[in-house]
C-alpha cells in the first residue's frame, strides 16, 4: 500500500510542477487518471472472482462502475490531449462519469449483505434491484439538491446552465457516497467486518470528490483551465479503491472459542448465527425502504415548495417524474418476487404435508396419516354414519428378496407391490405400515372388506421380474370390521368384549393382527377375518390361494431350492 500510494504522490508531484512543459504533464495527468481507472476495474474484477456473498458482490459493482468511469476518462483525455480542449464541459465523457455512481450505490449497499430470502431470488434479480436502487438514491438527492439550493446556484450562475448542471452533479453524487460509507462505518457488524476495505473505499471516494468539487468551482466561476494538480485527487481515488478491492478477505469475527464444550460451542453457534441473521435482515429492510425514504423526503420538499412560491421548476418535476417511474418498476418487480416467493412457499409446504403424510419411498400414506383415517372412521362408526373394515396385510418372506437382490431389489418390488395393493382398495385408504407391512380402510361393510383381502392376495401373487428373475410373493391378511361384535367370553376364536362400537383404534389393530397371525401359523399366504359375530375364521380365496399355500412359488434361476421367495409348504 504504502509503494502504490508512494508512486501516486511521485506522479501527481511530476505532472503537477510543470516541469516537463504544460503539455506533456497534461498527457500524464490523463494517462495516469485513465491507468488508475483501469487498474481499479481490473484489481475489482479480478478479485471477485476469488470471493463470496457481499465481497463478491460489491466489487463486482464496483468494477462495472469503474469501467464507466475509465470509459469516460478515455474520452476526456482525447478531448484533452489530442484536442487540445483544457477544460472539456457537458461532453460525451459525462455519461461514463455519470454512470458510475448509479453502480456505486449498490456496490455500498452490497456492504449490509444479502437474506436468505433475497438470496434465493438469484444473480440476476440482485442486481437489476441493486441497479435500480442506485438510480433512484442519487436521483432522489439530485431532485433535493435542485429543489433546495442547486437550482437558484445554476440560475444564477455565470457559466451556462447545462455546463455547470453537469459539473455540480459530480460532487454531489461523490458526497452521497461519502456519506453513505460513514453511516456503514457507523454499523457495529459492518465496521468490524469491512474496516479497511471502508477505509480505503471511502477515502478513494473522497479524493475524487474534492478533485470534482474543485472542477466544478472552476465551471462556476468561468474557468477555461484545470490546473494539473487539482486532478491528483482522481489519481489518487483509482488507487484507493483498487486497493480496497485487494484488501484480505473477511474473516468470522466472532470464532467459537477453543476448550469449550460441544453444548457449549453449539449454543454460541447458534447465537451468533440468530443475531447475524437478525442484523442481516434489519440492514435488508434498510435497504429496501431506502429508495421510499427519499421519495417521501421529496414529495415532502415539493409541498412546501409549492405552497411558498406557487411554482415548481420543470427541471424537479421532469427528474421527480423520472424517479417515481424507476420506482414503479422497482415496486412491480418486487411484487413479482413475492408473488414467485409465496408460489415456492406454497409449494414447498405442500411438498412437506406430502412427506409428512406420505411413506418415502412407495408414496402410500405412512402410519401417522393412516391413523388419524381410522380414528375417523371409528368415530364415524359409533354415530352410525358409515362402516367400514380394517385390513392388515403382511408379506410372507419378505427377508428373503433383501438377501438375494439387496435393499434395491427389494424397495423396487415393495413400490410396485404397493401399487397393486392401492389398485385393489376402491373406496378406502391403503398404508405402508412400516417394513413389509401395510394396512387399508375399506369404506364398506365386511363382506366387501374380505373381497378386498382376496383381490390383495390375487394381485400380489403375480410374478414380479427382479434383474430378470420372476419373483412371487405370498400375504398374510387380517380383517376386522369396524362396528357392533357379538363376542362371547370364552371363545378362542372370538374376541373378549361387548361391542366394537366402544372399541378404539389401538384395540382394533390389535385385533387385526391377531387375525393376519393366525394366517401365518396355518402355513401363510392366507386370510382370515372378525365377522359380525366376533369369530374369527378362514376366507377363501380362491383355488389359486390353496395351491400358493401348499405349493409355494420360488424365484426363477435360484439355484438353491430352500430359499423360498413365497411362503413355505404348509404341513
Excluded at 468490524?192 to 468551482?217: E, F, K
Aim: hydrophobic share 50%.
Amino acid at each position: 500500500m504504502t509503494v502504490v500510494l508512494g508512486c501516486v504522490l511521485a506522479i501527481v508531484l511530476l505532472a503537477g510542477s510543470n516541469v516537463l512543459g504544460q503539455r506533456i504533464s497534461v498527457l500524464i495527468d490523463d494517462v495516469a487518471q485513465l491507468a488508475g481507472g483501469i487498474t481499479a476495474t481490473v484489481v475489482c474484477w479480478r478479485t471477485a472472482s476469488r470471493r463470496t456473498g457481499s465481497e463478491r458482490q460489491w466489487r463486482v459493482l464496483m468494477a462495472a462502475g469503474m469501467a464507466c468511469w475509465s470509459a469516460g476518462m478515455a474520452v476526456w483525455a482525447f478531448y484533452r490531449s489530442a484536442l487540445d480542449m483544457p477544460l472539456p464541459t457537458a461532453s460525451v465523457a459525462d455519461v461514463g462519469f455519470f454512470l458510475f455512481p448509479i453502480f456505486a450505490v449498490p456496490a455500498l449497499l452490497a456492504f449490509v449483505g444479502l437474506s436468505p430470502r433475497r438470496a434465493a431470488s438469484g444473480a440476476r434479480h440482485v442486481w437489476v434491484m441493486s441497479s435500480l436502487d442506485g438510480a433512484v438514491v442519487v436521483g432522489s438527492l439530485f431532485v433535493l439538491s435542485w429543489a433546495t439550493v442547486l437550482g437558484a446556484v445554476v440560475h444564477s450562475s455565470e457559466a451556462t446552465s447545462i455546463e455547470f448542471l453537469v459539473a455540480i452533479m459530480y460532487p454531489i453524487t461523490d458526497l452521497v457516497l461519502v456519506a453513505m460509507i460513514v453511516l456503514l462505518a457507523v454499523i457495529p457488524k459492518i465496521a468490524s467486518r469491512y474496516r479497511t476495505q471502508l477505509t480505503l473505499l471511502g477515502a478513494g471516494i473522497l479524493m475524487m470528490a474534492i478533485s470534482d468539487s474543485i472542477y466544478a468551482y472552476l465551471v462556476a466561476t468561468g474557468a477555461d483551465f484545470m490546473p494539473v494538480l487539482t486532478d491528483g485527487g482522481f489519481i489518487a481515488g483509482t488507487a484507493l479503491i483498487a486497493l480496497a478491492a485487494a484488501a484480505p478477505r473477511t474473516v468470522d469475527d466472532n470464532p467459537s472459542p477453543r476448550g469449550s464444550s460441544l453444548h457449549g460451542s453449539s449454543l454460541h453457534g447458534s447465537e451468533t448465527t440468530a443475531r447475524a441473521y437478525t442484523e442481516t435482515v434489519t440492514g435488508e429492510r434498510t435497504q429496501l425502504l431506502l429508495p421510499y425514504a427519499l421519495m417521501g423526503a421529496i414529495g415532502i420538499v415539493l409541498a412546501i415548495l409549492r405552497v411558498q412560491t406557487g411554482d415548481l421548476d420543470s427541471t424537479v418535476v421532469v427528474l421527480g417524474v423520472a424517479v417515481v417511474l424507476l420506482s414503479l418498476v422497482r415496486q412491480v418487480i418486487t411484487l413479482v418476487q413475492n408473488d414467485n416467493l409465496l408460489r415456492s412457499l406454497s409449494r414447498a409446504q405442500a411438498e412437506l404435508t406430502y412427506r409428512a403424510h406420505h411413506d418415502g419411498l412407495t408414496g402410500l400414506l405412512n402410519r401417522s396419516s393412516f391413523d388419524e383415517h381410522l380414528r375417523a372412521a371409528v368415530n364415524d362408526a359409533r354415530a352410525g354414519r358409515v362402516r367400514a373394515a380394517l385390513l392388515l396385510i403382511d408379506l410372507d418372506d419378505f427377508k428373503s428378496v433383501n438377501d438375494r437382490f439387496g435393499h434395491g431389489g427389494g424397495d423396487r418390488l415393495l413400490v410396485e407391490l404397493a401399487r397393486r395393493l392401492d389398485r385393489c382398495v376402491v373406496d378406502g385408504v391403503v398404508a405402508r405400515f412400516g417394513g413389509d407391512e401395510f394396512t387399508a380402510l375399506v369404506y364398506a361393510d365386511l363382506d366387501t372388506g374380505r373381497a378386498t383381502a382376496v383381490r390383495i392376495a390375487e394381485a400380489m401373487r403375480t410374478t414380479h421380474e427382479i434383474d430378470g428373475h420372476s419373483v412371487s410373493v405370498g400375504v398374510c391378511v387380517g380383517v376386522v370390521q369396524i362396528g357392533p361384535l357379538d363376542r362371547r367370553p370364552h371363545d378362542t376364536t372370538t374376541v373378549a368384549g361387548s361391542d366394537t362400537s366402544d372399541v378404539d383404534e389401538d384395540e382394533l389393530m390389535r385385533l387385526a393382527d391377531r387375525a393376519m397371525y393366525k394366517a401365518k401359523h396355518e402355513g401363510k399366504a392366507g386370510i382370515y377375518a372378525y365377522d359380525t359375530a366376533g369369530t374369527l375364521s378362514a376366507v377363501p380365496s380362491g383355488s389359486d390361494q390353496a395351491i400358493l399355500g401348499t405349493r409355494p412359488k420360488m424365484v426363477a434361476g435360484e439355484p438353491d431350492p430352500a430359499r423360498l421367495i413365497g411362503p413355505p409348504t404348509r404341513t
